[in-house]
């Protein structure tokens, strides 16, 4: 089990470190935002309030990583949206011919912002780019699923991970 959650980690990293804000055309990493800060049980509650309900979110992932690299605390809301964001966008990608595909057509999908929708649809070019450059130099790439797992570890705490319905 310990070796999914890993999985599941570096798959986050990976697809956070090539998250690209095209107003100010650098690269974002959100969990820069985060982490430093473990989620406390607030943090979690708010996750999973937004993940699984309708109301509209935004954040701008630019400000919070400015803050986040002067030192200054995330809020729990803010670090709440962000792993319910990454919940909604991820519930709908799944792996196809070994790459990350979406089923997503627009930020109305999901209820979230323009903004932060193009920033997660990004990521996935990214990481199916980085992949593809990987297999032509002859690497051998397996991306891993999105799963239930990984989908829960985002919204509950590690010990009262349940099923989700």
Do not use: W
């Amino acid at each position: 089990m310990r070796s999914n959650y890993l999985t599941y980690f570096v798959l986050l990293i990976s697809i956070a470190l090539y998250s690209c804000n095209s107003a100010k055309n650098e690269h974002l990493n959100p969990l820069e935002i985060v982490e430093d800060q473990k989620p406390t049980t607030e943090v979690y509650e708010i996750a999973k309030g937004y993940a699984l309900g309708s109301t509209f979110i935004d954040v701008n992932l630019a400000d919070l990583l400015d803050k986040a690299k002067s030192g200054e605390p995330t809020t729990d809301d803010d670090q709440g949206k962000l792993r319910a964001l990454t919940y909604r966008f991820y519930k709908h990608v799944k792996v196809i011919g070994g790459r990350y595909v979406t089923d997503l057509q627009s930020a109305k999908d999901i209820n979230v912002s323009e903004s932060v929708f193009e920033v997660f649809k990004d990521n996935l070019k990214e990481v199916n780019k980085f992949a593809d450059a990987d297999e032509k130099n002859g690497v051998k790439v397996e991306v891993p699923q999105i799963t239930k797992s990984y989908l829960e570890s985002l919204i509950n705490e590690p010990n009262d991970l349940l099923p989700l319905k």
